[in-house]
Nanobody, 124 residues
């Protein structure tokens, strides 16, 4: 089970840090990703990270503002979001791909076997 937390309401330009904790199994050997879905839109990839943290990938829309990281000792993945924009309003999900290295098309949902329930982020 993946459980996200840290969402909330923030003003434009503000920051939030999302957390995703895995319980019941370890994700230390998995590529992990963050996705978001706004009402009426498809789920889109935001960022992903290799199992060892050695590779990170970002959507162009968040590069330079968001940072994905992980603490394998805590079985937890983070998404630090800075300079938030109203178009960042969405439900944010974390997901696990059962492979240590993320696919080149890491932003495609089909690679991810496990998903959390999401945490809402609202930017106004």
């Amino acid at each position: 089970q993946l459980v996200e937390s840290g969402g909330g309401s923030v003003q434009t330009g503000g920051s939030l840090t999302l957390s995703c904790v895995a319980s019941g199994y370890t994700v230390t050997a998995y590529c992990m990703g963050w996705f978001r879905q706004a009402p009426g839109k498809e789920r889109e990839g935001v960022a992903s990270i290799y199992s060892n943290g050695g590779g990170t990938f970002y959507a162009d829309s968040v590069k330079g503002r968001f940072t994905i990281s992980r603490d394998n000792a805590k079985n937890t993945v983070y998404l630090q979001m800075n300079s938030l924009k109203p178009e960042g309003t969405a439900m944010y999900y974390c997901a696990a791909e059962t492979a240590p290295r993320c696919e080149s098309t890491w932003y495609e949902t089909r690679w991810y076997a496990y998903w959390g329930q999401g945490t809402q982020v609202t930017v106004s």
